[in-house]
């Protein structure tokens, strides 16, 4: 079946730090990929996404690729802030409209200054 | 534009109780998709609807939940004799079928459900 595995938190770190969340999947087909992202007290919100293999997304710093030869997509930003403390979750869609989303556990990040 | 609504925000009830939780979706978009996240199994799928097509229901983790999606548009999460299981945040999300970026799904803020 369909699944996401992502790295266990909680994951702290000092501000200016390099920030990497392990997320890899499996998937049958070419699924797209995607890193929500959840602050404190808010919703979900979309932070990136990618629909095939070889595409980067990218958003306010933070980057993954899409590799699907190690079945991954690695979350990264080179200087974390204090306002990037949150929840992020990756998670998957077969690629078909209308499929519902498979969310890895969720890794929680604390940046402290 | 606005974004998808959910109410209400937070729903303290007792065991055995029923609930009604509601998502306004986004205006235009004809899929919706029921979530809950809870501290020990993470965000789980529950049920989707798209347009008048019957909804996927593989998701729905006993009989006691149902919901319905009334004119395509507003829906409504229901759960019947509530237990403390159940306690959890109920996220409503949709996205549209047609054009670019079909794929991306947007969430509302969610319902916390406290059953006591």
């Known amino acids: 079946g369909n699944s996401v595995t992502q790295m266990e938190g909680p994951v702290t770190l000092s501000e200016e730090a390099f920030l990497t969340i392990n997320c890899t999947y499996t998937?049958?087909?070419?699924?797209?990929l995607f890193w929500y992202v959840q602050y404190p007290g808010e919703g979900l919100q979309l932070l990136l996404k990618?629909?095939?293999?070889?595409d980067k997304g990218s958003n306010k710093g933070f980057e993954a690729t899409y590799r699907k030869e190690t079945t991954s997509f690695h979350l990264e930003k080179g200087s974390v802030q204090v306002s990037d403390s949150a929840v992020y979750f990756c998670?998957?869609?077969?690629?078909?409209?209308?499929?519902?989303?498979?969310f890895g556990k969720g890794t929680t990040l604390s940046v402290s200054s | 534009g606005a974004g998808v609504s959910q109410s209400p925000s937070n729903k303290v009830t007792e065991k055995g109780k029923d609930v009604e939780l509601r998502c306004d979706p986004i205006?235009?978009?004809?899929?919706l998709y029921w979530y809950r996240q809870s501290l020990g199994q993470g965000l789980e799928f529950l049920i989707y609807?798209?347009?008048?097509?019957?909804?996927?229901k593989s998701g729905l983790p006993s009989d006691r939940f149902s919901a319905e999606r009334t004119g395509g548009s507003v829906s409504t999460l229901t759960i019947q004799r509530t237990q403390q299981e159940d306690s959890a945040v109920y996220l409503c999300?949709?996205?549209?079928?047609?054009?670019?970026?079909?794929?991306?799904?947007?969430f509302g803020p969610g319902t916390r459900l406290t059953v006591l």
């Open positions: 998670a998957l869609s077969v690629n078909q409209a209308g499929t519902a989303l498979i």
């Open positions: 998937a049958t087909g070419y699924p797209s």
């Open positions: 990618a629909t095939k293999a070889d």
């Open positions: 205006s235009g978009h004809t899929a």
């Open positions: 609807f798209q347009g008048n097509s019957a909804p996927d």
């Open positions: 999300a949709s996205n549209t079928l047609a054009g670019s970026g079909t794929d991306t799904q947007y």
